[in-house]
């Protein structure tokens, strides 16, 4: 559900555009005004079937080994009832309890009450006080970019507590996995459901709210756009990127430890998908300032679908990779591991250049060198709501001229070395990369739509320029 995302095709825009950001069109940003029965569905359906996948998931690893049909066939067979998975499933615990409000506690003031020190001493890193992209109503929001502070924090207490404080065991995440789940999701309800009542009676900015009239989606997608507690605690950038992607690494290092535990040693698989994810979350922090210009911030209104996702989808789904290596320790060959940690890195060069390119091209208003190059551009022009005429370019050189969302295919092959680290026993471990896939295509779809409206019969020029989406030749 909640993912690093990127705008749509790299753009620069007229020096008179702002205005079309004050003044954007219903159809062109954020959610929808109003609900088709597809649309509706699928809310449902994920409603629904969401938090029992991620239970199904966790349940398999901890009753069944990781196997996806053994639990299905016990119950098929009659081997197993559902009420006896059940009762095997370790309720919430006081000190799952207590070990998850601390943690969020933790988060929040490292949020609100310590100012970025980093980009005084990171070059290059930017951090502080910055602003977002305009909403709809024409506000400029501002946000404390401090992520890659808590980040080492967090990170530093959890390392100075396993060699020399001793105050828990580096195993707690993964002794208390399941314990914690219903910490999440409680949280995870209470937020969306808080966020859902305060945009109904008081909202942040009433003006940046979009109400469709079915409760449903509302509750999923959100009703305002940038919901807060305060002058600086932003919903959507504290939800998505903490607590659940500065967990990310902390999990999978609790996983590592258990695997110590049991096995006497850690893989080479599980030090592989520590050090891939790892450069994934720290890309994220570094570039945290970048994410304000993200489909997350700049499209997307806070509800279910961000606050329940970043607090369960993120931290359980995607560290099945590390769960399952505690339950199967896969020791690789070193030709097949130095492959997987090549594709790894691969992909991650061509994520993190092919958005670098995008930025040194918006940032300079096209005035710059890809791949050495003067780079060839669509100009474009499009009317705003108020009946305005602006102009801008779309980048058709470097890696965008590869293809349209070249930047989504480095995080696929990113996706699938997480994988390809677990080996081939099951295929618990292939569903991130399935679930990406399905994900960056939607939005790849997503953002097409968006920009067709937009552009018009420019778009076509540039879809003509450029005609594949990810893969060239294929897609």
Not at 364 to 392: F, M, N
């Amino acid at each position: 559900m909640a993912a690093k995302s990127q705008p749509s095709a790299p753009q620069t825009k007229s020096p008179g555009s702002l205005t079309n950001g004050r003044a954007a069109t219903q159809g062109q940003w954020g959610r929808a005004w109003e609900v088709d029965w597809f649309s509706l569905a699928s809310v449902i359906f994920l409603l629904l079937c969401a938090p029992f996948i991620v239970y199904y998931f966790i349940m398999a690893c901890d009753q069944y080994s990781c196997s996806l049909t053994d639990p299905v066939l016990d119950v098929v067979t009659g081997r197993a009832q559902l009420s006896d998975i059940w009762a095997k499933t370790p309720p919430v615990t006081k000190r799952a309890a207590r070990l998850y409000a601390a943690w969020v506690t933790f988060q929040v003031l490292l949020y609100t009450m310590l100012p970025d020190f980093c980009h005084k001493v990171l070059p290059g890193y930017v951090g502080g006080v910055q602003e977002g992209a305009v909403t709809p109503a024409g506000v400029v929001n501002k946000y404390e970019i401090n992520g890659l502070q808590a980040w080492l924090i967090t990170h530093l207490l959890w390392f100075a507590n396993s060699h020399l404080l001793s105050w828990f065991s580096p195993t707690v995440i993964f002794d208390n996995w399941i314990p914690l789940l219903w910490c999440a999701n409680i949280l995870g309800y209470a937020v969306s459901t808080f966020a859902m009542i305060k945009g109904y009676f008081f909202p942040t900015d009433a003006r940046d709210c979009k109400f469709t009239g079915n409760f449903f989606y509302n509750y999923m997608m959100g009703i305002e756009f940038n919901p807060r507690v305060g002058k600086w605690f932003d919903f959507k950038l504290f939800f998505n990127g903490r607590p659940g992607i500065v967990a990310w690494t902390l999990i999978n290092l609790s996983f590592a430890a258990k695997q110590r535990e049991l096995h006497g040693h850690v893989t080479n698989s599980m030090v592989l998908v520590n050090v891939l994810q790892a450069i994934y979350v720290l890309d994220f922090f570094w570039n945290e300032t970048w994410y304000l210009k993200t489909i997350d911030i700049c499209h997307d209104h806070f509800g279910w679908y961000l606050g329940w996702g970043d607090c369960v989808w993120l931290p359980y789904l995607y560290t099945l990779q590390g769960l399952y290596l505690v339950y199967h320790p896969v020791q690789l060959s070193t030709p097949y591991a130095l492959g997987v940690l090549l594709l790894g890195l691969a992909g991650y060069y061509v994520f993190r250049m092919a958005n670098h390119q995008k930025d040194l091209f918006r940032r300079t208003d096209g005035r710059c060198l890809i791949w050495g190059r003067k780079p060839k551009v669509i100009e474009c022009a499009y009317t705003s709501a108020d009946g305005q005429k602006h102009h801008s370019k779309l980048l058709v050189s470097g890696f965008w001229g590869v293809a349209r969302h070249f930047n989504y295919t480095g995080d696929l092959m990113g996706s699938l070395a997480y994988c390809l680290a677990c080996g081939g026993g099951h295929l618990l471990p292939y569903f991130y990369i399935i679930y990406m896939t399905i994900l960056l295509t939607h939005r790849c779809l997503r953002d097409e739509h968006r920009c067709a409206n937009k552009y018009g019969r420019d778009w076509e020029r540039y879809t003509a320029a450029v005609p594949y989406r990810l893969l060239p030749g294929i897609f």
